[in-house]
């Protein structure tokens, strides 16, 4: 069985540019999550997709966007970057809608690299 | 916001010793969750213990819950140079299936 993969695995972009990040779930899984690991600050929340709807978002700014495909891929879109942006990002699935219960599986994640 | 807090920062031993790990967290829980992620890499989940668990067991991994405490612990028993890695706590609250994630702790094995 094919884990959670996303692409690219790393991403050089400069300020002000824009990033899209996407990310294939585990067959079967319809949850996807989005977590950015930025240096100092931790795993942090990001966005949570499920049956092609936003559920959750974590306390980002609106530049911050995604959605999820009919297949249940996702994309992570990224505008008007800054260097605080640099991080990486983590994708992650889970089997169930509302899986509070599942663990999620992580893919090895995308670095952004703002210059 | 960081829902576990893990104990010690990072933490040092030889290959054969026990590691153990500890986390404290804020709110209710529905689960606990503990992930090793190696360097730069994606994190990969080690197990999920629910709320009405106290312990669980998982090959040379061992952890408990206390709710009463808002904390549990990682064991992980005959450690080898290859269990060198960062270990984060999370956890999920309510309906909601995100993450919470700790600062993880960074625990080397010495060979």
């Known amino acids: 069985e094919a884990g959670v993969t996303q692409s690219p695995t790393h991403l050089i972009k400069t300020r002000g540019q824009q990033a899209t990040l996407r990310c294939s779930p585990i067959?079967?899984?319809?949850?996807v999550y989005w977590y950015q690991q930025a240096l100092g600050l931790g795993l942090q929340f990001l966005l949570w997709?499920?049956?092609?709807?936003?559920?959750n978002r974590g306390n980002f700014p609106p530049r911050f966007s995604g959605r999820q495909f009919p297949n249940y891929s996702s994309e992570l879109n990224v505008n008007a970057l800054e260097l605080e942006d640099s991080a990486l990002y983590l994708c992650?699935?889970?089997?169930?809608?509302?899986?509070?219960?599942?663990?999620?599986?992580f893919g090895d994640g995308t670095r952004l690299s703002i210059l | 916001s960081q829902q576990g807090e893990e104990d010690p920062q990072a933490l040092s031993i030889q290959e054969g010793e026990n590691a153990t790990m500890n986390c404290s967290y804020k709110t209710s829980i529905n689960n606990l969750q503990w992930y090793r992620q190696n360097s730069g890499r994606g994190l990969v989940h080690l197990i999920l213990?629910?709320?009405?668990?106290r312990e669980k067991h998982s090959g040379r991994l061992r952890v408990t819950l206390d709710t009463s405490k808002k904390s549990s612990s990682l064991l992980i028993t005959a450690s080898r140079a290859a269990d060198t890695a960062s270990y984060f706590c999370?956890?999920?609250?309510?309906?909601?299936?995100?993450?919470?994630f700790g600062k993880g702790i960074t625990l080397s094995v010495r060979p």
């Open positions: 067959s079967g899984h319809t949850s």
């Open positions: 999370a956890g999920t609250t309510g309906a909601n299936s995100k993450l919470t």
């Open positions: 997709y499920d049956e092609g709807e936003e559920r």
């Open positions: 213990i629910r709320s009405n668990e």
């Open positions: 992650a699935s889970s089997p169930l809608r509302g899986a509070y219960n599942q663990p999620q599986h």
